[in-house]
């Protein structure tokens, strides 16, 4: 059973318009969710992360809105821009976690039309 | 320049081989990480290791094994009682004890079984 899911496996927006990517889990033991970004034959690259003890995180045009109760996370991409596109995977973490094993969404693969 | 380095990047192996993925890392970092990417399928933890000599099996560990004689180098042998062994492979480190998650990816490993 995956506990973390990535329900939408692709998302296309316009240039300078708002991506807004989504992630589920189900494990309340996660304390810490992270965004990785990820080119084709590269791999994934950090890009922004949260604690469970805050509901946003801010970094330039990315932001990461985490909404605990509804165990829900979004990533927002403003403006989005055509280098933005690539495959998103949600990732979280859990208290107590041996080392940082992480526990990866599906992905979602951005497109983004100049 | 400090980094992961994978090798090799794409390798074809027989059915009944046994093949060896190598990833080195001079980041200094005291865990290492494989993961298989599998399509729509996101990260699933193979392996790791939080200290030479010493690895704890992941969540699909069966038909792998590992090594960690060295802080800088953790190679992965994909055998031949690996049964799907096709997929991209992703080796990742990590600082211990931050647990703040962020994971350094090499550029992975492509293996397909003839």
């Known amino acids: 059973d995956q506990q973390v899911k990535q329900n939408s496996p692709s998302l296309s927006v316009q240039e300078g318009r708002i991506s807004i990517l989504n992630c589920d889990y189900t494990?309340?033991?996660?304390?810490?969710f992270l965004w990785y970004k990820k080119y084709p034959a590269e791999g994934p690259t950090f890009l922004i992360s949260i604690s469970s003890i805050k509901d946003k995180n801010e970094d330039g045009r990315f932001t990461v809105f985490l909404n605990k109760s509804a165990k829900h996370l979004s990533l927002h991409i403003v403006p989005s821009q055509p280098g933005d596109s690539a495959v998103y995977f949600c990732a979280a973490s859990g208290v107590g976690n041996a080392g940082n094993m992480l526990t990866f969404g599906g992905g979602t693969r951005l497109m983004v039309k100049p | 320049d400090g980094g992961i380095t994978q090798s090799p990047k794409y390798l074809f192996r027989k059915e009944g081989q046994n093949v060896t993925l190598s990833c080195e890392q001079n980041?200094?970092?005291?865990?290492m990480y494989w993961y298989r990417q599998d399509p729509g399928q996101g990260l699933r933890l193979i392996y790791y290791?939080?200290?030479?000599?010493?690895?704890q099996k992941g969540d699909i560990a069966e038909g792998y094994s590992v090594s960690r004689e060295k802080k800088e180098s953790f190679p992965l042998t994909v055998t031949s009682a690996q049964k799907n062994p096709t997929a991209f492979y992703l080796c990742?480190?990590?600082?211990?004890?931050?647990?703040?998650?962020?994971?350094?990816f090499g550029e992975g490993s492509r293996l397909t079984v003839l």
């Open positions: 990742a480190s990590s600082i211990q004890g931050t647990n703040t998650g962020e994971l350094f």
């Open positions: 494990n309340s033991m996660f304390d810490y």
């Open positions: 290791s939080q200290i030479v000599n010493d690895f």
């Open positions: 980041l200094n970092h005291d865990a």
